[in-house]
Structure formats: structure tokens, C-alpha cells
């Protein structure tokens, strides 16, 4: 059977998650905490709301998301030396070993998927995923 475009992103997002949920649970994580520990380690400190546009969430998803993960010591927030309203968020070493080991398992999964690929058709399957993305109107940071 051909599968369409689609088909074929949806299922393998969902093999992607199902084979990284039990990492998830190892680590004590739930599933959007990645992607806030991902931008924390990219861009450093940075406020709640620059981690709400970057996990495509609404700033109270955030919040909530922030104080679980505080609770676990994997991130500290205060207020923004430079705005009082706003606050920062930054990474404890608790969150960048948790990080870490979740690279690592998702390292495992990319390399097991792109098995047998060149490096330029890994390149370029990079590139083409980013711009399918943006053409929906996904923001990259």
C-alpha cells in the first residue's frame, strides 16, 4: 500500500512518541517538558512567555508547565532584572542532566530512523521538515 505525505508524518511521529514514552517515564518527565528544557538549553534564561511561543502553548500551559518542573528542581524562575512584570527562567544542573540523558535517547531513536541514509539526504531531510513546518506556520527559533 502507498501512503500519502500525511499518513506517513502522522505514523511516525507516533512511533517516535511511543518508543520515547517510556524514557519519558524514566526520567521523570512529562511530554512537554522536553521541549521547555530544549529551549532552555539553546537560548539560556529567557522568559515565560519566549518558552510559551517557542512549545506553541498559551502562557497559562506554561505556567503550570513551569511550576511542575520547579517543584522537581530542574528549573529556577525570578523576576526579569530588566522588566518587573516579566519573569525568567533558567536551567538548574538537576534539569541539564535530565536533558542530557533525554538527548541521548532521542539521539538513539534518530539514529535507529535515518538508518542507512546518506549524510546529505539526513541534510536534506532536516531541510525539508523545517520548511514544511514553516509553511505552516511553525516558527523556528
Not at 521541549?35 to 510559551?52: E, I
Not at 520547579?70 to 534539569?95: F, I, N, Y
Request: contains cysteine.
Amino acid at each position: 500500500m502507498e501512503y500519502k505525505f500525511n499518513t506517513l508524518l502522522t505514523r511516525t511521529s507516533h512511533v517516535a512518541q511511543n518508543y520515547l514514552r517510556p524514557y519519558l517515564d524514566e526520567l521523570g518527565l512529562s511530554v512537554g517538558q522536553p521541549k521547555v528544557l530544549r529551549c532552555l538549553t539553546a537560548l539560556g534564561t529567557c522568559s515565560q512567555r519566549v518558552l510559551a511561543d517557542y512549545c506553541e502553548v498559551d502562557p497559562s500551559a506554561i505556567c503550570r508547565t513551569l511550576d511542575n518542573m520547579e517543584r522537581k528542581g530542574l528549573l529556577t524562575r525570578q523576576p526579569s532584572k530588566k522588566d518587573r512584570r516579566a519573569g525568567e527562567v533558567a536551567l538548574t544542573q538537576k534539569g541539564q542532566e535530565i536533558f542530557q540523558a533525554w538527548e541521548k535517547r532521542c539521539m538513539m531513536l534518530e539514529n535507529r530512523m535515518l538508518n542507512g541514509f546518506s549524510e546529505e539526504e539526513k541534510k536534506q531531510l532536516v531541510e525539508y521538515l523545517a520548511r514544511a513546518y514553516r509553511n505552516v506556520g511553525g516558527k523556528l527559533l
